[in-house]
């Protein structure tokens, strides 16, 4: 499909940080020693909504900073806004005690090394309830802190392979596939957040803290149920059905005559009655191949062939436009060039942009805060930090300068702050 490149973007809501904002977390305190995606994801959804997330990095910096487009850190930017960095070189012991002083006044405590690391560091999590009972412990790994995996590499893609995902992704006759974003990752983070909110009212009830035993695995294999109550009643593996549904009939991804993508979804009898008056087919609803989803279903090749050849007469627009008149549960499949122009993600505010000197037209894109309160809505309080940006603002209080000071000249707390 051809797109015009010279048209300007949709009017996106410019924000600006605010320093002073609070959420509904004011006043709660999470240590971040995690790094990369699942434990960034987590503190944001804290961070958005007014916990003070203090991202403990190495002398290195997260992960994270490394991902850069065009020399721009841009997922370190997006992930950790509304964050503080200090930088601590954990391989000494005077960082740790660091560590175990923050720990006693935070409620919150998120690590991602692999298991047994926080134990050979002094910060196992007995160690950590004892100096702060009521503290929350999120532990994120690959695979969980028990079992036999507990030890091996516990990177997302081998989440999304071993969980099933990339075994129902993709056509039959071709291989499976896996997500080309970080999707194991991503919903442990949401998975976690929700986790900690659950501890945080029990530690706050009872003044017991807990520990939160947190794999990549779990979240992904979670979120793709039925499947295995669907496995055990047919004694069928289900099949990588590309863009169409094994439950409903027809939905796939259908193109037009000028090149685009459509997304149908014909979960009801209604919806599929419509669509057949709306591309001129009231026939079909009646056509014994057709007449319930079970026979759709039996006949898919068919009838998908059918709306294919009805879809590829016209533009995707146009097509978009009658289906919208006609009550017809189609919407267009949009790349990110197309989702920048969007009116329906300017209104919404899903995408928001804040002042950023390092862009090349001084603004960075980034989503809004989610989820949405009605009386205690998200914030953007601060850019993502520079590495140990809020080493003085933060350990000053703690440690007195004379000791911040003496630890810096020992190479124990670096970065900038």
């Given at each position: ?84 960095s200090l930088c601590l070189d ?240 189609i919407g267009p499949i949009m ?83």
């Open positions: 499909m051809d797109r015009d490149q010279t048209q300007p973007r949709q009017p996106k809501r410019r924000r600006e940080f605010n320093a002073a904002a609070q959420g509904a977390l004011d006043g709660v305190r999470v240590v971040d020693l995690s790094r990369l995606v699942a434990g960034n994801m987590l503190t944001k959804v804290l961070a958005d909504h007014g916990a003070e997330v203090l991202k403990v990095e190495p002398p290195a910096g997260d992960s994270l900073r490394a991902w850069k487009v065009g020399g721009i850190e841009t997922a370190w930017k997006t992930w950790c806004r509304n964050k503080r954990l391989r000494q012991a005077p960082a740790v005690a660091v560590v175990k002083r923050l720990a006693e006044g935070a409620a919150i405590l998120v690590e991602s090394f692999r298991p047994g690391v926080l134990e050979e560091m002094g910060l196992a999590p007995e160690t950590l309830l004892a100096l702060n009972p009521r503290l929350v412990i999120v532990r994120i790994s690959g695979w969980g802190q028990t079992g036999p995996y507990r030890h091996k590499p516990g990177f997302g893609t081998l989440v999304e392979g071993y969980a099933g995902f990339a075994a129902l992704n993709g056509f039959a006759d071709r291989e499976p596939v896996l997500p080309p974003m970080f999707m194991a990752d991503a919903y442990a983070g949401l998975y976690g957040a929700s986790a900690v909110m659950i501890a945080l009212r029990h530690a706050e009830a009872t003044g017991q803290g807990q520990v939160i035993d947190l794999s990549l695995f779990e979240p992904m294999f979670t979120v793709l149920e039925p499947q295995m109550a669907n496995w055990r009643v047919s004694g069928k593996v289900k099949p990588r059905t590309g863009s169409r549904s094994t439950n409903t009939a027809p939905r796939n991804a259908y193109r037009t005559r000028d090149g685009g993508w459509l997304s149908l979804s014909t979960s009801t009898q209604a919806v599929f009655v419509r669509l057949m008056h709306s591309i001129g087919r009231p026939e079909l609803v009646d056509d014994p191949r057709f007449r319930s989803n079970p026979d759709r279903l039996a006949n898919i090749d068919i009838i998908d062939g059918i709306i294919r050849d009805a879809l590829g007469q016209m533009d995707r627009a146009e097509a978009l436009a009658k289906f919208d008149r006609d009550g017809v549960t790349d990110v060039a197309e989702l920048d122009q969007d009116a329906y993600i300017a209104d919404r505010e899903a995408l928001v942009e804040v002042p950023d000197a390092d862009m090349p037209d001084g603004t960075l894109p980034m989503h809004g805060e989610v989820p949405r309160l009605s009386l205690t809505p998200g914030i953007l309080r601060n850019p993502a930090p520079r590495l140990g940006e809020h080493n003085d603002t933060v350990l000053t209080p703690l440690l007195g300068a004379t000791e911040l000071a003496r630890l810096r000249a020992a190479g124990v707390v670096l970065g900038e702050g």
